[in-house]
């Protein structure tokens, strides 16, 4: 694979200080150790901002994404998405977070900025310029996101931060594209498709030194979701084109295939030891987030609901092992954080 090494000037504007922003509801691991069920708390935030809880630090965009907050105890970064920019996604890992400021009309390559979390200190983005928009996941010290490659192909950046080394892991043949990019300890997962129509067929792949290997067991162009794990994957298949937001869960290990039910698609994440998903109101039960790391019995539920309330879960969102959930319901929003299990 080639190497491509670049470091990008970017228009997010940072300013540091040192104030006092402790918040009752920040990350306090010593009394946070996971246990089933999860210990869930507040994150003290408004359940429109986007959130993401770590261990030590947070991060908090609120609903027009000008800017994103991230702070830890005293310490607090403000970062401006830019003119005609919004900040479109933050992550976060034990180590890192990187904060995503795309053009409103996805024209312009994407900005990021990355955060050193032992110290609270900025660098520009190392690697290839990005692409105006498309999927972007953190897992640990490693950085990956859409981009060009040569003859403008559709391409994967791989990034290993503290080094600034990175590599175009995957590029899309003419006519395909990818999305849906997951990270776990066990691999990078990814959605392909092609250009068919009137309905595109989706492949489910995760990335070897090989190449793009199809997950097995899943069913021809209906994939979605993908998540690698230690003994096999986690996906969701859609078979109702014309509801492309609910799928159905399939988890795999060593061999075993284990029908995990209904889920929302574009919620499938990997956290801690374990993959996660929300499930919407039906059947008389409201959303639930459940859980699944191998048992043969099925996903495990850790979060449910008001009863009778038929709101939702968005997409939940995972800092290393501390998971970070927004439920938008009748009975009212909330928006919750908790350690989950992790080796």
Not at 17 to 43: H, I, N, Q, V
Not at 102 to 130: F, K
Not at 165 to 182: D, I, K, M, N, Y
Request: contains cysteine.
């Amino acid at each position: 694979m080639r190497r491509v090494v670049a470091t990008l000037a970017l228009a997010l504007a940072l300013a540091l200080a040192l104030a006092g922003c402790t918040d009752s509801a920040d990350p306090e691991p010593d009394d946070a150790e996971s246990a089933e069920p999860l210990s869930w708390r507040s994150t003290g935030e408004s359940p429109d901002a986007t959130v993401v809880v770590g261990r030590d630090w947070r991060a908090v965009a609120p609903p027009n994404g000008r800017t994103a907050l991230i702070s830890r105890d005293g310490s607090r970064a403000e970062l401006a998405a830019g003119p005609g920019r919004r900040i479109s996604q933050v992550l976060m890992s034990d180590s890192y977070a990187v904060v995503v400021a795309t053009d409103r009309r996805e024209r312009r390559p994407a900005l990021g900025l990355v955060v050193q979390l032992a110290d609270g200190s900025t660098a520009d983005l190392p690697g290839p310029r990005p692409a105006p928009g498309g999927t972007w996941s953190l897992h640990g010290e490693e950085l990956r996101y859409p981009t060009y490659g040569p003859k403008r192909a559709y391409c994967l950046a791989a990034v290993h931060l503290p080094s600034g080394e990175s590599q175009l892991e995957h590029c899309a043949p003419r006519g395909e594209g990818f999305s849906q990019v997951t990270t776990s300890d066990a691999g990078v997962a990814v959605l392909t498709f092609d250009d068919a129509r009137p309905v595109s067929c989706r492949t489910l792949v995760t990335l070897e030194e090989s190449g793009p290997v199809p997950v097995d067991g899943v069913a021809d162009c209906v994939g979605w979701d993908v998540v690698a794990t230690d003994g096999g994957a986690v996906w969701s298949e859609v078979r109702d084109e014309k509801a492309v937001g609910s799928g159905t869960f399939v988890g795999t290990e060593d061999g075993t295939r284990t029908e995990l039910g209904p889920g929302a698609t574009g919620s499938l994440v990997p956290c801690g030891d374990a993959v996660f998903f929300a499930r919407g109101p039906q059947d008389g039960e409201s959303a639930r987030l459940l859980s699944w790391s191998g048992d043969p019995d099925g996903p495990d539920v850790v979060w449910s609901g008001p009863a009778g309330d038929t709101g939702f879960l968005a997409p939940p969102a995972c800092a290393d092992d501390v998971l970070t959930l927004t439920y938008l319901g009748e009975s009212g929003d909330q928006q919750l954080w908790a350690r989950v299990p992790s080796a």
